[in-house]
């Protein structure tokens, strides 16, 4: 089985604080993706990664960077978080290209 | 632009009374439609994925079809314990991007 952890199901944080969302997958998976969900507006993808220090942007980079030193791991940084960025943030992964992408629990993150 | 309609927004079922949820997509070639639940406060789970018109995939209570234009996820004498939201996405043929449509809650009661 495919297992997605994600480092927190909670988190609070508050405006202008620097946050770390860690996303680790177990099945040696090429991709791997970060994905916000909000009321009304679904899925929408932030960043992805093909490989290693490899990233592209998704639909809505603005005010998050990624970073993959590990195949495993892929980390999503809000470099000063707002209230607008309060949301469920989902992981996904996929064993390469046109695989199918299995999701993480999710963390929901407060900025306050 | 690639599109995801899903309907209807929200349904609520008796147990055991059938019906369907359908998701509307346009797409630059597409690669394969996906099917997902999601539970409440929790990450979305694959069900299925089709690759191309006429194709039927089940699993239990559900079944998915593809035609060009739309999907549809037919739930079978739903149970209680299917009351989740369903997903559907598709992705083009060019790359791993999904497109995700808003999702259907689905509400069995007993």
């Known amino acids: 089985d495919v297992k997605v952890t994600q480092s927190s199901r909670y988190l609070v944080k508050r405006t202008g604080e620097k946050v770390f969302l860690e996303c680790v997958q177990d099945?040696?998976?090429?991709?791997m993706f970060w994905y916000r969900q909000d009321p009304g507006l679904g899925l929408r993808l932030i960043y992805f990664s093909y490989d290693v220090k490899m990233k592209e942007k998704g639909d809505i980079p603005e005010g998050y960077s990624v970073s993959r030193e590990k195949k495993e791991r892929f980390s999503l940084i809000l470099e000063s978080a707002s209230t607008n960025q309060t949301s469920m943030y989902l992981c996904?992964?996929?064993?390469?290209?046109?695989?199918?992408?299995?999701f993480g629990p999710g963390t929901r993150l407060t900025v306050l | 632009e690639d599109q995801v309609t899903q309907s209807p927004e929200a349904l609520r079922l008796q147990e055991g009374e059938s019906s369907s949820l359908n998701c509307s997509y346009t797409v630059s070639g597409l690669r394969g439609l996906f099917w997902y639940r999601q539970d409440p406060g929790k990450g979305p789970e694959f069900l299925f994925t089709?690759?191309?018109a006429g194709e039927e995939k089940e699993k239990e209570r559900l079944k998915a079809t593809l035609t060009k234009k739309e999907s549809f996820l037919h739930i079978t004498a739903p149970k209680p314990e299917d009351s989740a939201t369903y997903l559907c996405a598709v992705e083009r043929s060019s790359g791993s991007r999904l497109t995700f449509g808003e999702g259907t809650q689905l509400t069995v009661n007993p």
């Open positions: 996904a992964s996929s064993l390469s290209n046109l695989d199918t992408q299995y």
């Open positions: 099945m040696d998976h090429e991709n």
């Open positions: 089709l690759y191309s």
